[in-house]
Nanobody, 129 residues
Framework: QVQLVESGGGSVRTGGSLRLACAVS????????VAWFRQAPGNQREGVAA????????IYADDLKERFTISLDDEYATVSLQMNDLKPEDTATYYC??????????????????????WGQGTQVTVSS
């Protein structure tokens, strides 16, 4: 069972930055995708960014790609999410997730948000104006 432990959440003002980290362990050979999701109160969980840990291919939600960057540190088995220019609407619990590549209509990739199967406990991000 893949284990995922998030860290780095906190409170910032509008325009600030945070870097979230997800420590990944006990992965299986088929677990090639690691992603960040978020869920705000009253909203559905949504995919933020994903990375294919074999190819380093990255995927972003369209409205976040200019401000958020996902990256992989192989040495420390950590997937990070750098969040810049934060806005109050970014306030949410952020979750790290892992899964296998899925058919997205064109190829096997990490962009099928509904197929992630292993989850961390979440870390809170609060952005105040």
């Amino acid at each position: 069972q893949v284990q995922l432990v998030e860290s780095g959440g906190g409170s910032v003002r509008t325009g600030g930055s945070l870097r979230l980290a997800c420590a990944v362990s006990k992965v299986t050979p088929s677990t090639k995708c690691v992603a960040w999701f978020r869920q705000a109160p009253g909203n559905q969980r949504e995919g933020v960014a994903a990375i294919d840990t074999y190819t380093d291919t990255t995927i972003y939600a369209d409205d976040l790609k200019e401000r958020f960057t996902i990256s992989l540190d192989d040495e420390y088995a950590t997937v990070s999410l750098q969040m810049n220019d934060l806005k109050p609407e970014d306030t949410a619990t952020y979750y790290c997730a892992a899964g296998e590549r899925q058919w997205d209509g064109n190829r096997f990739s990490c962009r099928v948000w509904t197929k992630y199967t292993s989850w961390g406990q979440g870390t809170q991000v609060t952005v105040s104006s």
